[in-house]
């Protein structure tokens, strides 16, 4: 297998690239900016980087993996990007990785408006379908149920946009690689008869844990950027519930807030840190005593999976992305009841042998989705697209 990889920004810090690699199937790695670790420019990054201007660069650095694998867009497409980012890339492919290619493996349809340059070689086309496609609808419903929180809604002409983005891929993609379940549901909407052509594929994490952690009782986590999408609104509805019962359970909420969400969120139970290092989020996976995630679109969220792999029981929805096991690795509740999520907070930390047994299970269930486990899944799945597998 030969597999042209076309991805845009740093989704899984291009784990992806570095799992073909690996397996000998990476033909090339097209994105938009990137470094390889240990190259002059990773250096001057770096360099930049102790100035305090590098932060949102430092994720653009590939490892593993040799620049002579990596096409990156030219200055001018990376202006034009920044410039118009509601328009596509245009790419410039190598005559010899379309000859060579014999599957392209996209980011959610990036060069998908060259599809039949693409494919004109025989090669098969597969969509990373990393996010619900009807996740900009349900921002849309929740900004219109919860306006104080003052997010700006999609456009009428960005949500067709990404309508036809969406419809786009789900025909003409050979193959879907959908996170969960919850996505592959999401796809049929759109066209039933694409469930054929998805493959459950499940993401994995890098973040692992040596020891278990050491909870902190009734100190619930939230993690993530605290958007409508992700449920904050529902967790805090559900802390105003938890405090007329128990005013000693404390939610802490990690995550950047608008200034809008903040002052929703505030109340004498919870406590909001903002934007938190790498360093800080291990410091309070290991601190918390369950992981609230009340997600009401995702792909597979990776806070879910970091969480399980520190030990930590989870409460989280169905679309939070993550098919963990329901009342043993933690309790799936439903989108948009913060009765539900109230009660299923209330009943893990309110029974201690029953949140130990939950936390064992959720550090024994992360095992099928560490870094490994995930490669193998990912390459595995990719070769039955494959010409030649």
Not at 20 to 40: I, M, N
Not at 187 to 201: F, I
Not at 236 to 244: F, M
Not at 363 to 374: H, M, N, Q, S
């Amino acid at each position: 297998m030969r597999a042209l990889l076309i991805q845009p920004g740093a989704r899984h810090g291009y784990a992806l690239a570095r799992f073909l690699h690996e397996a000998g199937a990476l033909q090339r790695l097209y994105t938009d900016f990137a470094v390889s670790e240990g190259s002059p420019e990773h250096f001057l990054l770096k360099a930049v980087a102790r100035l305090d201007r590098g932060r949102v660069f430092s994720r653009r650095v590939v490892s593993g993996l040799p620049s002579s694998l990596m096409r990156r867009l030219p200055l001018a497409a990376l202006i034009a990007k920044k410039r118009s980012p509601e328009n596509p890339e245009r790419w410039k492919f190598l005559a010899r990785d379309l000859r060579e290619a014999d599957v392209v493996y996209s980011q959610y349809f990036a060069g998908g408006p060259q599809i039949d340059e693409l494919t004109a070689q025989g090669a098969r086309f597969v969509s990373d379908v990393f996010i619900m496609p009807s996740a900009h609808r349900i921002v849309n419903r929740e900004i219109a149920k919860f306006p104080d929180w003052r997010e700006t809604p999609f456009s009428p002409e960005a949500a067709a946009m990404l309508d036809a983005v969406s419809m786009a891929m789900i025909e003409r993609s050979d193959g879907l690689f959908c996170p969960s379940q919850s996505v592959i549901d999401d796809v049929a909407t759109y066209l039933p008869s694409a469930r054929a052509k998805c493959r459950l594929v499940r993401y994995g994490s890098s973040l692992g844990f040596p020891q278990p952690n050491q909870p902190v009782a009734k100190r619930v986590l939230f993690a993530g950027s605290v958007q409508l999408r992700k449920g904050p609104q529902y967790l805090a509805l559900a802390a105003a519930r938890i405090a007329r019962i128990d005013p000693s359970i404390q939610f802490v909420v990690a995550g950047s807030a608008s200034a809008g969400a903040a002052a929703q969120l505030r109340a004498p139970n919870i406590e909001l840190l903002g934007h938190v290092s790498r360093e800080r989020m291990r410091a309070e996976y290991m601190r918390a005593d369950i992981l609230a995630f009340p997600s009401l679109a995702e792909g597979s969220a990776g806070v879910v999976l970091e969480a399980m792999s520190a030990g930590l029981p989870v409460v989280a929805t169905r679309e939070a992305g993550v098919d963990f096991r329901d009342g043993e690795s933690g309790i799936m509740v439903p989108p948009a009841d913060d009765e539900a999520l109230a009660e299923a907070i209330l009943a893990v930390v309110g029974d201690r042998p029953r949140r130990d047994a939950m936390a064992r299970s959720a550090r024994a269930e992360f095992l099928a989705y560490d870094e490994r486990a995930w490669g193998a899944a990912f390459v595995g799945a990719l070769r039955e697209f494959a010409a030649d597998g």
